[in-house]
């Protein structure tokens, strides 16, 4: 092998080893971001139960959101359909969490919203 053969092997070894490094900080900094991102999420949100309301509530607002652009379009729409557009699987556990929230339900709640 010449040395100029050799002195690019060495090269392309030291680009490899470099290239390597840097996945591996980044990595690293994926990793710390997460870590932070966690342990706030475990200092703000004490409980599972927590957690649960703050989506429910996400969720509610989305369809009430939803119901308001359906409404104002004059475009065809089951309430089914916007539970399931704002992330509930079953209309009962809608039902629910709906109630829980708006203190109605979701029937008394459209002819109060027309």
């Known amino acids: ?6 002195s690019q ?10 290239n390597l490094l840097l996945r591996d900080c980044r990595r690293r900094e994926i990793n710390r ?6 342990c706030w999420l475990r200092r703000s949100i004490t409980c599972p139960s927590d957690l ?5 509530d996400l969720r509610i607002r989305h369809f009430v959101h939803l119901y308001g652009e ?14 399931s557009q704002s992330g509930y699987r079953n209309y009962n556990t809608f039902a629910l969490a709906f109630k829980q929230r ?4 979701v029937t008394e709640w459209k002819q109060d919203n027309r």
């Open 1 to 6: 092998m010449s040395q100029s053969q050799t």
């Open 33 to 38: 971001f997460l870590f932070r991102c966690a």
């Open 9 to 18: 092997s060495r090269d392309l070894r030291t680009k490899e080893n470099r």
């Open 102 to 105: 708006m203190g109605k339900s």
């Open 52 to 56: 649960s309301a703050y989506i429910n």
């Open 70 to 83: 359906a409404v104002a379009a004059q475009r065809f729409f089951t309430v089914q359909e916007l539970a």
